[in-house]
């Protein structure tokens, strides 16, 4: 059984340019939750898709969307990127949006 | 959003000793976990534990849900035990952490 993965490992991008990450579900999963983790801080939910919905958002602009699809995988779109925004981005997966999460490996953004 | 707060922030063991670290919520949840961070980033589930008590090797968890905190118990800590533990939780749709404890265990 495969894990949660997630892709690219690292990137580092520009103030004012545009990204996208990418995550992998556990097999069988149809939930998938994004979250940042600032340095030395807890993560912070973003959003969590269920069956290709967005089920549920925490606090951040509109500019942080995203997709799942039919595969439950998902991506994370980041538009104008701040400096305030590097950080490491994980995403989970479980069988359900009240569920045990699994996480992936994350990703870790850099903005310059 | 629910807010959770860790205690202690920081904690360091000799090798072999016992902690207990604790997780408060400010309001009630139906989705709680344990997770232990290992220095490359990755969140390692420790335990899933909306209520009640668990146990996995050296490792115990507790939930008391009508008064809304956990607690995680560490026997005879190993310096692999290192690492930041953080506690999870959530109702439905959004999920909050807490800030995380710091563990050092030396030899």
């Known amino acids: 059984e495969t894990g949660v993965t997630q892709s690219p490992t690292h990137l580092i991008k520009t103030r004012g340019q545009q990204v996208t990450l990418r995550c992998s579900s556990q097999?069988?999963?149809?939930?998938v939750s994004w979250y940042q983790q600032a340095l030395g801080q807890g993560p912070q939910f973003i959003f969590q898709y269920y069956r290709e919905e967005e089920n549920g958002r925490g606090n951040f602009p509109p500019r942080f969307s995203g997709l799942q699809f039919p595969n439950y995988s998902s991506e994370l779109n980041v538009n104008a990127l701040e400096l305030d925004d590097s950080a490491l981005y994980l995403c989970?997966?479980?069988?359900?949006?009240?569920?045990?999460?699994?996480f992936g490996p994350g990703t870790r953004l850099t903005v310059t | 959003g629910i807010q959770v707060e860790q205690s202690p922030p920081d904690l360091i063991l000799q090798e072999g000793a016992n902690s207990t670290l604790r997780c408060n919520f400010s309001?009630?949840?139906?989705?709680l976990q344990w997770f232990h961070q290992n220095p490359w980033g990755q969140l390692i589930n420790l335990f899933y534990i909306p209520s009640g008590t668990k146990q996995n090797g050296r490792l115990s968890a507790t939930t008391v849900a009508t008064e809304r905190y956990s607690l995680l118990y560490i026997s005879s800590s190993q310096t692999t035990d290192s690492g930041v533990y953080f506690c999870a939780g959530g109702t439905g749709n959004q999920f909050y952490f807490g800030t995380g404890t710091s563990l050092t265990v030396i030899p």
């Open positions: 309001d009630s949840v139906n989705n």
């Open positions: 989970a997966s479980s069988l359900g949006p009240v569920q045990e999460q699994y």
């Open positions: 097999s069988g999963h149809n939930t």
